[in-house]
């Protein structure tokens, strides 16, 4: 591990300048979010062979990769890659007299924190190989084999094979360049890149950030059942105020449905609601139950901030003292066992137990909700039409901005554009086009699946569109008249409507897509910005509630001087702000910064050279090191 000890004097060669701006500049340069630096990189044929690594990596042609990918990768690749195939089509692989087959795989995962120091990070290489391992499942399920049914050395295989195909991605892309030895990798000096990576890791940090504010809640909740002397079932079936809470808290935060808002739901969706309700009731009491399981858990560098149920069996007979029927645990038990490899929250586990599986509060509720969401065929028209005008005039007291309504033109002969939401910021003198959507799948699991949502999301792409058309307008008087009427109705003062004019927008106008989807959190795609609802509605707020076990504190980081269309400024903004309080918090901004600038992933292989079915001998495999993103 020595040999790449030197890293460090090279990766973090952008972070300082992530703090030299002030607070007055509304000028902005407007860098690129990593998904789009990886789009724009894999031009040409390029980008479908990526797609070929992601998904089903086995039957990716490895002969295309050679002049791509530098060094002795696609060798590599091949060779693993025509181990798993045969796997998966036995019948077509060649007949050989020897045989390569893989005895076994080690990983780690390490920070090289200084020319002579690599500290351990056993959580990072589990959190890779789980990642291999859930892409994996999907594919081979997909090929109607079982992940988990084969050999050990068999799953192995395939951790290695994504891995691999993964690396291969950013050797296309122009993240990963070799480094001495030549089957290592670092990432390449590219300032856009660094920056491109800072926003999309903040994104993901401040949604980790998020989870440990769960798990506070989750512990708060708990805590103040037991000072009151109420048992979680009696709790949930008297609909006790703290067991409510955390319903409408999960719901709000990861559907977007908020509890105080609900009387906007249009009448044909209002029983969709309820039982979305109820059944939101059912998954949090199962969450609940099983805290105290939870807290027993330790894993290494890092918390359990996932607000996972462990597996554990409980009594049914629990269930229904907590107030929920036969038939809805029935409908529950029914919809969990068929669900995919590894998605089941609860399985029947004896004729008066249940167990749950290891699956997170986050996840289950957005895969468990799914088809009731769906049926919800006004949902979308609630939420931007009805909820976030109604949220935004009754809970934002910042006088800083005034929220309009949508604007849109009268007729086709006006153009093709469509305005949600207009922002008016008095403050900076700016205007903020919004589109709003209400994305049914809020947690993409894997990068490919948020590559897939950032490029080819129809629904995501068409808010774009619409927001970019309205550049063309700018010029016309028919356009600026509906915006001043819309920022008259948002009770916006006369001096700054008597501003917006066609320079005006020219020069002080800014684009936003506000949306549900967690992962595309501070993102930016053509120079529009996309934020998650929550995030959203708390920069406007100017407020961070932070959770602990004995209160929720309401914090105001200054933001002062900043666009809401600059995720770059305003990320470097909130990373400074987080990191003044607490240095020795292990949550501090710059050291997670730091780690994951400078975090590696190392695997090494161990082969056995077979005649037939007798080993004959074997030999390790060069290990292979790459950054993690």
């Known amino acids: 591990m020595s040999d790449i000890t030197n890293l460090a004097s090279t990766e973090n060669c952008s972070v300082a300048r992530l703090y030299g701006v002030t607070s007055q500049q509304t000028c902005f340069v407007q860098y690129m979010y990593l998904l789009e630096f990886i789009y724009n990189r894999l031009d040409g044929d390029k980008l479908l062979l990526a797609r070929k690594l992601m998904y089903r990596p086995w039957a990716c042609d490895p002969d295309l990769l050679a002049k791509h990918v530098p060094g002795k990768l696609p060798a ?53 190989q789980e990642a291999f391992v859930g892409q994996a499942i999907e594919d081979l399920a997909s090929a109607g084999i079982s992940f988990r049914a084969l050999p050990a050395q068999d799953q192995a295989a395939f951790v290695s094979l994504y891995a691999l195909a993964w690396c291969c991605v950013c050797c296309m892309a122009g993240i990963f360049v070799p480094f001495c030895p030549k089957s290592h990798y670092q990432l390449a000096c590219d300032e856009d890149l660094k920056e491109a990576l800072r926003l999309y890791w903040f994104g993901h940090h401040w949604s980790f950030q998020s989870n440990i504010a769960d798990l506070s809640l989750r512990e708060a909740v708990v805590s103040q059942l037991q000072s009151s002397g109420a048992w979680l079932e009696r709790a949930a079936k008297a609909h006790a105020p703290a067991f409510q809470w955390f319903v409408t808290n999960t719901l709000d935060k990861y559907v977007s449905f908020h509890e105080d808002f609900s009387s906007l739901i249009y009448a044909k969706d209002k029983k969709h609601y309820e039982a979305i309700y109820r059944k939101t009731e059912l998954i949090c009491y199962f969450y609940l139950k099983s805290y105290e399981n939870s807290k027993t858990l330790s894993i290494r560098d890092t918390m359990f901030a996932y607000n996972a149920a462990l597996p554990h069996d409980y009594a049914i007979a629990a269930v229904h003292a907590a ?30 137990n249940i167990r749950m599986g290891l699956l997170g509060l986050k996840y289950a509720i957005s895969s468990y909700l799914k088809p009731m969401l769906v049926a919800m065929k006004t949902r979308g028209d609630w939420f931007d039409k009805k909820y976030i005008p109604a949220y935004l005039k009754q809970r934002v007291e910042d006088r800083r901005f005034r929220f309009g309504p949508e604007v849109k033109p009268s007729s086709d002969k006006e153009g093709k554009y469509d305005i949600d939401l207009l922002v008016a910021d008095e403050q900076l003198g700016r205007l903020y086009f919004c589109q709003i959507k209400h994305r049914v799948a809020t947690l993409l699991p894997h990068f490919r699946d948020e590559f897939d949502e950032y490029t080819r999301n129809k629904q995501l792409d068409h808010a774009v569109d619409q927001l970019m058309g309205t550049k063309a307008q700018f010029g016309k008087q028919i356009f600026v008249d ?69 209160s929720a504190t309401v914090m105001a980081p200054d933001l002062r001087g900043l666009a809401l269309d600059d995720p770059n400024r305003l990320s470097s903004a909130l990373m400074a702000w987080s990191a003044t309080h607490g240095d020795d918090n292990p949550l501090h901004p710059d050291k997670q910064w730091f780690y994951a600038l400078n975090s590696h992933f190392q695997m090494e292989e161990a082969w056995d050279i077979k005649l037939w079915n007798r080993r004959i001998g074997s030999f390790r495999g060069a290990s292979l090191a790459f950054p993690i993103m």
Not at 325 to 344: I, M, R, T, W
């Open 323 to 352: 107030g929920f029927s036969q038939d809805e645990l029935g409908a529950l038990l029914e919809e969990s066992e068929n669900k995919g490899e590894g998605e089941a929250l609860i399985v029947r586990s004896g004729p008066d």
């Open 76 to 128: 590599r690749f091949a060779k693993t890659r025509r181990y798993c195939a045969a796997i998966i089509t036995p019948e077509k692989a060649p007949r050989r007299f020897f045989r390569l087959c893989l005895r076994h795989l080690t990983l780690c995962a390490y920070v090289v924190a200084g020319r002579r120091e690599v500290i351990p990070a056993d959580a990072r290489m589990f959190e890779m």
């Open 482 to 550: 509906k915006l001043r009427k819309s920022l008259q109705k948002a009770g916006a003062s006369p001096a700054f409507i008597a501003k917006v004019d066609t320079a005006f927008l020219e020069r002080s106008t800014g684009f936003i897509v506000i949306h549900t989807i967690e992962n595309l959190d501070f993102a930016v795609k053509d120079g529009i910005a996309f934020y998650e609802w929550n995030t959203f509605r708390n920069l406007v707020r100017g407020q961070i509630t932070v959770f602990t076990k004995e």
